[in-house]
């Protein structure tokens, strides 16, 4: 692969500290992640699946190693710092959905982009684009507890596309969503990366890692598998 990496981890490993005890949730993990990539990150729980995606998703910080995001090294930046690159370069999807509830369907998709300081009437368009994007224009005036768990999620991902994220990450996405809901928000997953997106994903859904290009496996805070279907589909070509 001749593209340079949209992100790397250099052996991160990953210490929590509960009282006298230490977990090591990550143990020493180097990977690279291109552009335009679609891949899931599956394991046995415990594994170290959604503390690898927090560490990429600048929620969390490395104990040790280097995570680069771009050229720019972010393991160490403070967490202010963080939170303004969380804003800009990064689209998160919660299996919860994490919705403001007291927020319209538009004022929620519109947050993000609020919070980076863009004029009002230019967050309401950005917003209305995506929600016609996801399907639920008619619904823009609406709050969270008036919607179904695959609408919701429907919000939560226009709310992570409305900065033009380098990577998009989700965690679960459809883990409370019933098979018909599922599917859509997979359809909409789909449609992402033929657009170009960067798709990383946590899933414990053979199903939903049949769908990505890459697909890389965590056993107790380490790389199990790395496999690029793309590259092995060549090899066999």
Known sequence: MNKLPVARIENVKKIYKMGLVEVAALRGVSMN???????????????????LLNVLGCLDKPTEGKYFLGEEDVSTLE???????RGKRIGFIFQSYNLIQQLTV?????V????????????????????????????IDHKPFELSGGQQQRVAIARALINDPFILLADEPTGNLDSKSGEEIMTIFDELYQQGK???????SEEVA???????????GLVESDIDKSLANQMTG
């Open 198 to 204: 960067t798709l990383i994903m946590v899933t414990h």
């Open 112 to 139: 993000p982009m609020y919070y980076q300081g863009y004029p009002e009437h230019e967050c309401h368009a950005a917003a209305l684009k995506l929600a016609k994007r996801v399907g639920l224009e008619s619904r």
């Open 79 to 85: 967490d202010d710092d963080l939170s303004a690159i």
């Open 33 to 51: 992640f291109y552009p335009e990539e679609y891949m899931t990150i599956m394991g046995p729980s415990g594994c170290g699946k959604s503390t």
């Open 210 to 220: 049949e769908r990505a290009k890459r697909n890389i496996r965590l056993r107790d």
């Open 106 to 110: 538009l004022e929620n998709i519109e």
